[in-house]
């Protein structure tokens, strides 16, 4: 009997704060750094008679966002009311997109297990707002068993946009490289920051496996991923847990589990989930989009991070593995074309940016955004290494003192004792009299003849280069050491 | 003649001129209210707040009355519902925020059925209003408190909301002009949802002028709400070179001819049509048939949807009534919503949830959207061939408060299908009065018109009253 | 398609609201009368026409994305009898099943 293969087939829904400076339908802040429900209003409170305001930043992001998926954007779209009782649910149903999306249709391009693209389409992306945040009172944090619960409306109308993929991943591996892809792709655009770490970000899976003996098991939906990490291993987990259970000529349930992070494992939900059909949020009118706008829209949305970097092998000659460095992070990667628009060579500054400038952002936890050496600094430091003027060492003593003192290039040349343009003529000499006069057997040695292997010249070139700090070319040092002994 | 007598453009001229005071105003007015309430019960809420937030403004001095479903700053706001409690809003709806400008002020918050959802103003947690012509027989509703409130002299106009008739019924039942704007033409922001596409605030007055003045302060573009109208402004000026229909049409509804009318409202429409024809204007006919046969099912499919979601916030933690002892949390919102809501809202509600659950969202609640599609179409096909409707705004007078009993809900949804169509359909519609039957009870008819033509209704309205007079203030039981 | 006092129930208790026997008693004859009623639009072909419309063919208006915040905050906060620093307390989400 031939051995059963299961393949999994894995629908994925992300959860993405969008970047703007109010709520999607309201007038207060984003900004959540503050005391619990400071960031309020009778809008994102679900006061009776408040009515929700469509804010046109949320419209645009959301637009860069789609078109970061490949997605088209939609002239005319529409919002609903969706349904459920929950304390951090102000008004009883949350105002979603959900049926009629602003953007639908595209795909992201991830490696299968032989290493070949493939394309994980992307059914829509839709806006909608977010409840507000749960505190519990259990020791543990947990949801469950604890006895009261707190409520923060800040988040409470937060911009969202909601992902949903085609059931087209295959593997843990593959939803990973989906979400990072995408995540990098959406960063780009501009549309969010994504900060994983503030929970800009959330997954939900759908997992079924289709068995060779033709065997399909149920769709489960799988909640409660803040991280790829955890998504990654939810993933791994219900595979294997649903696979175990065919194998054993067991039924998939349908169902809702949550992946406990803490456990590794995903349990059933507890809760009935209740989904009920919406009904149009009849205080929005369609949300209708321009020709106009959509191209305005696209003449703005930068070049994607992928496109990017096959550019920078093209027209830069950088490797495959530098240009994706570079264009992980797209404020880094325009810091890297800033410095070759100001004249440093592509290859030379790549290597700038990935050696010096990444370690001094690793070491003083910056973000590119705020490092203080500008991209013209670096190029100008790079142009005189590339000129002679000084050498690789040398560079690098300045780019330190430059970042540590806050000085300008020829600042930090100057804190770093070096002469611009190097020591040579009178200067050379004197230093080469002084180092032959405090030298005299070394001297005796090489006018009588023994150094035949010129070892002694090179000591002498050796005390020489020291005493000007390196700031003297080899080449001059030597011609002039050698005319002084004659 | 008593100050509280005046109508609102008399009050406005008085006090320009200074043949009286605000404040002897205002107390003439409160003295009203002491003397009638009691009979009445017109109001949840009284004040006596005597500030003038704009002395120089239109409304200068001039006392008014919200229905309690329109938010108050600090001031209790029930929508006569236990379940919003003592609640006091933290804002104020931009309707009253225009009225305050305009330096009218606040002295009561009248009554009317819970969340709107009524035609009798018998279905609030406060208690029944009377009608003042008749207190043995209800004012109409759900607006029945502020239609009452400027019947009996309270104020000389009050404000309303209108999502199936309250505010063109109740002012029928009651004898005053109650005005149903274009949706769109008045800001919804601050009013307590009923159901959302089809709610639309408006005023009450004893003459058509009052009500020009009322919208002329109430029709501006609000930003705080997505369906207030945007691009021009509307005259509701008095001007008496307006006031002409020679060579207007207005139609009767082909369909609603076969109805059997009672005599005092059939009379009623033979004598406004005699008025209309001989002020020039034309009569005939329009017809409409999916109007008048699917519009009931229609909006109380539409308005049942909405509603249900609309009062999904009511679940005691943030504002309202609320309960400190449950267990968890589902105890805690079946308590408060089982004791807060009443047996007509929990109806609706449940069958608002009915039909959107997922097996029944295609046959009920997408169907009446797209019904509500043709009955939009088939309307503005209408105004293409006439520039008014003319039909009654209640199917009969008001029924005496002991005898509702005996009608079946359903059957009482029936009452509202001369004035419902025009909410599924957006449009402006006028309640006028026409004059007394036999039992000495009001008679009113309705006046529809195309979007966003409220002010033509409103002068073809003052060309009716130059006919027919403007009511008498009620008695109020008072012998 | 009747409704039962049990498929009733149950939707009263999605909607959080728990039924005397006789409020259930009358809901139930009421939702039924009332479905029986929207049956009628089996009438009409409404296979071509637009679902979800509006009263008139507006334009959702977008909302500049500026912050004003709301001035009185303490007064949304004042109405909860659930206040404890300025968190909304709630019992326990989950129940005892
Ligand atoms: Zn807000």
Known sequence: ?486 | MQLYELNLHEMIEGLKAKKFSADELLTSCQNRIDSLEKNLNALITRLDDKKISNPSGILAGVPTILKDNICTRDIKTTAASKILGEWKPPYDATVWKLLRDAGSVLIGKANLDEFAMGSSCTKSAYGATKNPHDISRVPGGSSGGSAAAVAAGYVPFSLGSDTGGSIRQPASLCGVYGFKPTYGMVSRYGLISYGSSLDQIGPFARTVRDLQIVMSVLAHHDEMDSSSFREKNYDFSYDESKLNLKGKKIALVKEFQSFNLEPSIANAMDKIKKILEDEGAEIIEVSLPVVSKYSLACYYALAMSEAHTNLERYDGVRYGYTVQDASGLKEMFERVRSYGFGPEVKYRIIAGTCLTEPSRCDEYYVAATKVRTLVAQEFARAFTQTDFILQPAASSKAPKINELDQIDELKSYEADLYTLPVNLAGLPGLSFFTGYDDDNLPVGLQLIGARWSDPEILNAGIVIENHTGSPKIANGGLN | MKLTKEEVNDIALESRLVLTEKELEGTVKFINNFLTMLDSFKELDLKDVEPFSFAETLECPLRADEIHPFENTQGIINQSAHVEDNLFKVPRIMEAQ
């Open chain 1, 1 to 486: 009997m031939p051995e059963l293969e299961f393949t999994p087939v894995i629908g994925i829904e992300i959860h993405i704060r969008l970047k703007t400076k109010t709520k999607i339908f309201c007038s207060c802040s984003t900004n959540t750094d503050v005391p619990p429900n400071t960031h309020v209003c009778p809008v994102c409170m679900g006061l009776p008679g408040s009515l929700p305001r469509l804010n046109y930043e949320v419209v645009q992001q959301g637009m860069l966002a789609g078109m970061a998926l490949n997605c088209e954007v939609q002239p005319k779209s529409l919002f609903f009311r969706k349904s459920y009782f929950y304390p951090d649910l102000p008004k009883g149903h949350q105002i979603s997109q959900c049926d009629l999306p602003i953007v639908a249709g595209g795909f992201i391009e991830v490696h299968d297990e032989n290493g070949n693209l493939k394309k994980i389409r992307v059914n829509h992306l839709h806006l909608e707002e977010d409840v507000g945040s749960l505190h519990h009172s259990a020791s543990d944090g947990r949801l469950e068993g604890a006895a009261i619960s707190y409520v923060d409306y800040n988040r409470s109308g937060m911009p969202l946009a909601e992902i949903v993929s085609e059931p087209d991943v295959s593997s843990a591996k593959e939803a990973v490289e989906y979400v990072t892809t995408l995540r990098r792709r959406v960063i780009y655009s501009g549309a969010s920051d994504v900060e994983l770490e503030k929970g800009m970000m959330r997954f939900d899976a759908n997992v079924s496996m289709k068995c060779s003996d033709g065997r399909w098991g149920r769709k489960v939906e799988v909640k409660n991923m803040n991280s790829f990490h955890a998504l990654e291993k939810a993933i791994e987990y219900e595979i294997k847990r649903q696979k175990k259970i065919m194998l054993q000529g067991g039924e998939i349930l349908q169902e809702t589990r949550h992946w406990n992070d803490a456990k590794g494992v995903t349990t059933a939900s507890r809760v009935k989930e209740f989904y009920r059909k919406f009904i149009v949020e009849p205080d929005l009118p369609p949300l209708i989009i321009s020709q106009e706008w959509i191209d305005k829209t696209k003449a703005m949305f930068p070049e994607m991070p992928d496109v990017r970097a096959r550019r920078y092998v093209n027209e830069f000659k950088l490797t495959p593995e530098a240009a994706d460095m570079l264009t992980d992070n797209k404020a880094l990667a325009d810091y890297f074309e800033a410095c070759v628009k100001a004249g440093a060579e592509p290859v030379r500054a790549s290597h700038w940016v990935r050696t010096e400038v990444l370690r001094i952002l690793n070491e003083k936890a910056l973000k590119i955004d705020s490092f203080n050496i500008t991209p013209d600094s670096l190029a100008n430091l790079i142009k005189r290494i590339d000129a002679g003027k000084i050498s690789t060492t040398q560079a690098k003593e300045v780019f330190d003192a430059m970042t540590n003192n806050n000085l300008s290039l020829d600042e930090a040349i100057k804190s770093c004792g070096i002469t611009e343009g190097g020591i040579v003529g009178d200067a050379l000499s004197s230093i080469i009299q002084k180092v032959i006069a405090e030298n005299p057997d070394v001297l005796a040695e090489i006018k009588s003849g023994k150094d035949t292997k010129g070892k002694k010249l090179k000591f002498l070139q050796g005390l020489v280069m020291k005493e000007t700090k390196g700031q003297a070319k080899p080449q001059e040092v030597a011609e002039a050491l050698t005319k002084a002994l004659n």
